[in-house]
């Protein structure tokens, strides 16, 4: 009679099995539970050990080549081809920061920039936007509106330059973008603009003359010492204090010379700006810049050191252009005192930020004694000038500072 197992009672059910059957059902159930989570294990650690490879091996590329390893670059380009094929390319990634705002000091080796920029530009395609308005960098209420609007604009990824002082774009509903600059020493600078406004360059005098056609012969031969030391008003305050306001902004304390206006712009340096580098230090900064903003600026420094570019800076040097005496040097220093405490600031925090990146490279001194002027031979080569104010007095053979 064969019996139907079937039908037994449930609770019963055991009771026909031998102790060999249980121990082996116990067996395979013991062993599919500890063989399920050994699989698991060695495929998650692979995987885990396998993601982490890549992260330092990416990290370590992008370190080395001052951007991302050339094959996520391709992957992205693969990747947006096939959306554009898709109609899908409004999910391209756009690179970031993908609004960046250059509001160039005058004078400060902008111009260098800006003729870097345009090749750049043309090289990684981005937008750049320079603006010809180069003599109002402040602006009422509804001219920044104005701006903002315009700026918010123009199709990403941009970088927007223009001589103008810092702006808020969220206090007008508009998305911040991210700000670079580059200063020089304030003595340099001012000495830079007087006698470019009066001479020019080795382009030809008579070329800078169109532009300042109501200067009087009396105006443009005045004698540098005689005014420092008389204190005409364009060697003094609130002429004397130009930096600052391009970073403390639109408010009209902005340009008093004094402490609120010095730590207002060291608090939009430090909340606003990416970088904000130093002339006398050009190649370190743009290679700040070619390792910070790759999609912009990556190799930038083979355009600036090939012989094409360097031949455009040899007519930029001001022509009859000397040095006070030592007693006006002092006498400018006391009147820029504001503006070299932020030039300071900037060279420290910009002497941080090389340091943080780890790049080697040259500084000058950080201090000298009170009311000494020292020579100092110039480290970068020659820039080139700005449209309005050529940054030329890098031509001279040394450059004088007063330092605190």
């Not at 947006?80 to 409004?90: Q, T």
């Not at 603009?193 to 009066?198: D, E, G, H, K, V």
């Not at 020019?200 to 056609?213: F, M, S, V």
Request: hydrophobic share 35%; proline share 7%.
């Amino acid at each position: 009679m064969m019996k139907n197992f079937g039908s037994s009672p449930p609770h019963n059910s055991n009771n026909h099995q031998t102790p060999n059957h249980i121990r082996e059902r116990h067996h395979r159930k013991h062993g599919l539970l500890c063989a399920l989570p050994w699989r698991f294990s060695l495929r998650g650690y692979g995987f885990c050990m396998a993601a982490l490879f890549l992260f330092c091996f990416g990290s370590l590329c992008y370190q080395l080549n001052g951007g991302a390893p050339r094959i996520l670059l391709d992957i992205r380009q693969y990747l947006g081809k096939n959306l554009k094929k898709k109609k899908l390319s409004h999910l391209q990634v756009l690179p970031f920061p993908s609004q960046v705002v250059y509001n160039r000091v005058g004078k400060c080796g902008s111009r260098t920039v800006v003729i870097l920029l345009r090749l750049l530009a043309e090289k990684h395609k981005f937008n750049l936007v320079s603006s010809d308005i180069h003599n109002k960098t402040r602006l009422m209420k509804q001219e920044q509106v104005d701006l903002v609007k315009n700026i918010s604009k123009i199709p990403q990824p941009f970088l927007y330059t223009r001589h103008v002082h810092f702006m808020n774009f969220t206090r007008y509903s508009g998305a911040q973008p991210v700000y670079i600059n580059i200063i020089r020493d304030p003595i340099n600078r001012f000495l830079s603009n007087y006698f470019f406004r009066r001479f020019g360059d080795w382009r030809g005098e008579q070329n800078h003359l169109i532009r300042t056609p109501g200067m009087k012969d009396d105006e443009r031969y005045l004698d540098i010492n005689v005014c420092i030391l008389e204190n005409y008003p364009e060697c003094s305050n609130p002429r004397v204090f130009y930096i600052i306001p391009y970073f403390c902004g639109q408010h009209p304390k902005c340009r008093d010379p004094g402490v609120w206006a010095l730590e207002r712009a060291k608090q939009n340096v430090l909340e606003n700006y990416l970088l904000v580098g130093i002339l006398e230090e050009l190649e370190d900064v743009l290679l700040m810049l070619e390792r910070l903003l790759p999609h912009y600026f990556s190799g930038v420094l083979d355009i600036y050191k090939s012989p094409e570019y360097r031949k455009m800076g040899n007519l930029t040097g001001t022509v009859r252009k000397h040095t006070p005496t030592l007693e006006a040097l002092q006498v400018l220093y006391h009147r820029m005192r504001y503006e070299y405490e932020f030039y300071d600031f900037i060279r420290d925090q910009f002497h941080l930020m090389k340091k943080k990146i780890g790049l080697r490279s040259t500084s000058h001194p950080p201090a000298y004694p009170p009311d000494f002027l020292r020579e100092l031979a110039l480290r970068t080569p020659e820039p080139l000038d700005e449209d309005e104010e050529l940054d030329s007095d890098l031509e001279d053979a040394n450059s004088w500072l007063v330092h605190p």
